[in-house]
């Protein structure tokens, strides 16, 4: 059992020794909510000291201990909550499992973000190389040190909202509150702690990755998708209005008639398979989305 925190980094440093090995993106929001209300207690009670608070804090708040296992808890009820309906144990055999995927939530809610991620890479990689160029050209001027504090505060914004859209449609934890600001340090240091955080450089390179990453899922997902389509449809195109395969120097070429079913055969599962790329092009970026956006607790 740890003593009872005098101060209040002594009751983060003790709340996040309690949490250790929970979900570095529920550390951070349990850290932040802690904070928040041992701050906003010591702003409403000017005449009391820090660790006459503190001691009745733990009464009302609850100890360390306690916070992080009401929070281990909610994790575990959110995330059963959030959870989409259950469906029936999956089945050993490939083919079931395989067919399967097109009653996945995830697959479709995949295969949106897949979609959406080329206009918000677009937009991401704009911000920061505008952001960057604007910076480099200020860099001389009075309000050059004032933009560049503004575009890196600008950046970790929009790994926040980043965040919420990769939980909402790829199922990957992620914060949902900013890391506290550290109102007791000086300005000083609290901008160059902003700086030397490892999390404000690596989402400035998540966001300027997203444009290639957000046009490779694009070109995948098209692809996937009109490919077997197509397969489907020209079968019916070349029987009901005669057209062809393919046309070279002016010379039709058309399908046996006999190959219909295997195209339209191939471009149905094709479908499915599609289904199951965009699902792991999903967990695989949100992994990346997970890594590169939210900070490790310590």
């Given at each position: 059992m740890?003593?009872?925190p005098?101060t209040?980094?002594?009751?983060?440093d003790?709340?996040?020794?309690?949490?250790a090995?929970?979900?570095?993106?529920?550390?951070?929001?349990?850290?932040y909510d802690?904070?928040?209300?041992?701050?906003s207690e010591?702003?409403?009670?000017p005449?009391?000291g820090?660790?006459?608070?503190?001691?009745k804090i733990?009464?009302?708040y609850?100890?360390?201990?306690e916070v992080?296992?009401?929070?281990r808890?909610?994790?575990?009820?959110?995330?059963?909550?959030?959870?989409?309906?259950?469906?029936?144990e999956?089945s050993?055999n490939?083919?079931?499992?395989?067919f399967?995927?097109?009653g996945d939530?995830?697959?479709?809610?995949?295969m949106f973000?897949?979609?959406l991620?080329?206009?918000?890479?677009?937009?991401y990689?704009?911000?920061?190389?505008?952001?960057?160029a604007?910076?480099?050209?200020?860099?001389?001027?009075?309000?050059?040190?004032?933009?560049?504090?503004l575009?890196?505060?600008?950046?970790?914004?929009?790994?926040?909202?980043?965040?919420?859209?990769v939980e909402?449609?790829?199922?990957v934890r992620?914060?949902?509150?900013?890391?506290?600001?550290?109102?007791?340090?000086?300005?000083g240091?609290?901008?160059?702690?902003?700086?030397?955080?490892?999390?404000?450089?690596?989402?400035?390179?998540y966001?300027?990755?997203?444009?290639?990453l957000?046009?490779?899922y694009f070109?995948?997902?098209v692809?996937?998708?009109?490919?077997?389509?197509?397969?489907?449809a020209a079968?019916?195109a070349?029987?009901?209005?005669?057209?062809?395969?393919?046309?070279?120097?002016?010379?039709?070429?058309?399908a046996?008639a006999?190959?219909y079913?295997?195209e339209?055969?191939?471009?149905?599962l094709?479908?499915?398979?599609?289904l199951h790329v965009?699902r792991g092009?999903?967990?695989m970026?949100?992994?990346?989305?997970?890594?590169?956006?939210?900070?490790?607790?310590?």
């Open positions: 740890n003593s009872t005098q209040i980094g002594e009751y983060l003790q709340l996040r020794a309690a949490l090995g929970a979900d570095p993106a529920m550390i951070q929001d349990a850290l802690a904070e928040e209300h041992l701050r010591l702003a409403d009670n005449g009391m820090e660790t006459e608070l503190l001691a733990v009464g009302s609850g100890a360390p201990e992080a296992e009401i929070y808890n909610q994790e575990v009820t959110v995330t059963r909550a959030l959870r989409p309906p259950p469906r029936r999956p050993s490939p083919f079931v499992r395989f399967a995927v097109a939530p995830h697959a479709y809610a995949a973000y897949l979609l991620s080329l206009a918000t890479g677009i937009f990689f704009t911000w920061v190389v505008t952001g960057i604007m910076s480099m050209a200020f860099a001389l001027s009075l309000i050059g040190i004032p933009f560049l504090i575009f890196f505060g600008s950046v970790r914004m929009l790994s926040l909202l980043e965040g919420r859209i909402g449609m790829l199922g992620m914060p949902r509150r900013p890391p506290y600001p550290e109102r007791d340090k000086p300005l240091q609290r901008i160059a702690a902003m700086f030397t955080d490892p999390r404000s450089w690596s989402s400035l390179f966001m300027l990755v997203m444009l290639p957000g046009i490779i070109v995948l997902l692809l996937s998708t009109v490919i077997p389509v197509a397969l489907m079968p019916f070349q029987a009901i209005w005669d057209l062809p395969v393919a046309q070279i120097d002016g010379i039709n070429f058309y046996p006999w190959t079913p295997i339209f055969v191939l471009g149905f094709g479908l499915f398979l599609m965009a092009i999903g967990r970026h949100g992994g990346i989305a997970k890594s590169l956006l939210v900070k490790i607790a310590a």
